[in-house]
């Protein structure tokens, strides 16, 4: 083989290689993310303004429907996990967020209580600021902020 052999087989070979690109997964946004979290906070919302009430298990505590998993889960704890996650962040970040709507609404629904349209009112008007804040989150951050919930919500669990 000669030189000028060598070095069209060297060209080939580069253009093989540049041609071969390892197709990886594009990350979904984390604004659609944030839609998918929130959705169905909102699809609870909904059913209170419309119905006035919310689906429950056979014990009687309420539940919803989380629409990736198509499964039923139970909606105090969803909600409490949801205000933990929102006020890690906001220690993480030296922000100011006032999840006390939320946290009134999670408790209203775990002792049965009378949800009030303010009730509703409230919580809808945290939704922007979550919304921001949960499209904004890297992916990273958001993975461990939900690690973070998920230990502190077992070292409750624990007596």
């Known amino acids: 083989m000669n030189r000028e052999q060598r070095r069209q087989a060297e060209r080939m070979q ?9 197709q990886r997964l594009l ?3 984390m604004i659609v993310k944030a839609a998918t979290v ?12 419309m119905h006035g009430t919310v689906h429950v298990d056979e014990r009687g505590r309420p539940i919803f429907l989380a629409p990736l998993e198509n499964e039923w889960f139970a909606m105090v704890p969803a909600l409490q996990g949801m205000v933990d996650l929102f006020e890690m962040w ?15 609404l999670a408790n ?26 949960a499209g904004l989150l890297p992916h990273d951050e958001a993975r461990d902020l939900v690690l973070q ?11």
């Open 14 to 22: 580069a253009r093989h290689r540049a041609t071969r690109r390892v």
């Open 27 to 29: 990350p979904i946004p």
């Open 38 to 49: 929130l959705g169905p906070l909102e699809e609870i919302l909904d059913q209170l303004e």
């Open 90 to 104: 906001a220690i993480r970040h030296n922000r100011a967020i006032d999840m006390s709507a939320l946290t009134q």
């Open 108 to 133: 209203k629904l775990h002792y049965s209580m009378p949800i009030t349209e303010s009730d509703i009112s409230s919580v809808r008007a945290l939704l922007p600021g979550m919304r921001r804040v």
């Open 149 to 159: 919930t998920q230990i502190k919500e077992c070292l409750e669990a624990t007596p």
